[in-house]
Nanobody, 114 residues
Framework: VQLVESGGGLVQPGGSLRLSCTTSGILFDIFDMAWYRHTPGKQRELVASISQDDEIEYTDSAKGRFTISRVNSKDTLYLQMDDLKPEDTAVYSC?????????WGKGTQVIVSS
């Protein structure tokens, strides 16, 4: 099983990034997927989730700025991030969960700075 994130980088405040999480080795369309972020010294935070039935939830700080989506035919999860703020700086990781199965990617770094 592999979850590989991409799309991170350095962006100025107010800018946008689109993160991708490409998966292999799982039946992607039955898994509940999510994006988490982690900053050193802080607890890992759930940013957004999308269930196998496309039920979506966002953390309050992401509402109105981030959009999570999935393309089952491509086994890929996305996170469109707009109006980025310095406090969005973190390592973003994707997560796949179903029953007792819980898989993580290694993450992609997002830095929001002028």
């Amino acid at each position: 099983v592999q979850l590989v994130e991409s799309g991170g980088g350095l962006v100025q405040p107010g800018g946008s990034l689109r993160l991708s999480c490409t998966t292999s080795g799982i039946l992607f369309d039955i898994f509940d997927m999510a994006w988490y972020r982690h900053t050193p010294g802080k607890q890992r935070e759930l940013v957004a989730s999308i269930s196998q039935d496309d039920e979506i939830e966002y953390t309050d700080s992401a509402k109105g700025r981030f959009t999570i989506s999935r393309v089952n035919s491509k086994d890929t999860l996305y996170l469109q991030m707009d109006d980025l703020k310095p406090e969005d700086t973190a390592v973003y990781s994707c997560n796949a969960q179903k029953w007792d199965y819980d898989y993580w990617g290694k993450g992609t770094q997002v830095i929001v700075s002028s």
